[in-house]
Every structure is written in structure tokens, then in C-alpha cells.
């Protein structure tokens, strides 16, 4: 679930752990700042690729490459977007 600014997300304890994440593709940590780099692309909810985007990362990609890829936030996008290292 999605949780704004100060609000409350319940997490199963299982989900939880005291170690920091392990460190991502291309040695990135999540809360990077980086800029997008890659081809412009629209999907089919709207949200938007666009060169020269800043955005966040926010941790590892979901999709097809996960050892070449981390996913990224993009505002004003509302899901965030699994990249690959060469566009960022």
C-alpha cells in the first residue's frame, strides 16, 4: 500500500530487519538521486519517461533484469519504474 507523508503503512514483522538493505546494481542506495537518461516512453497508465527526469531510487528492479536494473521513482509518476543502469 501506498502511504503519504507521516502516514501509518502496517508491515508484517516478517518484512521488517535491523540490517541495511544490501547495496543495489551499480552500487546505488535506495534514496539516490539520479536522472533518467533513456528514450522517452509512455505507459499505458499514463506515467511518463522523459531524458532529463530527476528521480529517486527506490530499491531493486521487479522486472526482467534485476543484476542490471533498480527501480526508480519519477515524479509526478504515481508507480515507480525499473531502469536500466545505462539510462541513469
Known amino acids: 500500500p501506498k502511504a503519504t507523508v507521516g502516514g501509518i503503512v502496517e508491515c508484517h514483522i516478517d518484512s521488517l530487519s535491523g540490517d541495511p ?3 543495489l546494481p551499480g552500487d546505488y542506495v535506495v534514496g539516490d ?19 532529463g527526469a530527476r528521480g529517486r531510487v527506490v530499491g531493486p528492479a521487479a522486472e526482467e533484469d534485476p543484476e542490471d536494473s ?9 508507480e515507480s519504474v525499473d531502469c ?5
Open 33 to 51: 538521486e539520479v536522472y533518467y537518461v533513456g528514450p522517452p516512453e509512455t505507459f499505458d497508465n499514463g506515467d511518463r519517461l522523459m531524458p
Open 21 to 23: 538493505p544490501p547495496v
Open 84 to 88: 536500466y543502469l545505462n539510462e541513469l
Open 70 to 78: 533498480v527501480a526508480v521513482m519519477l515524479p509526478p509518476n504515481n
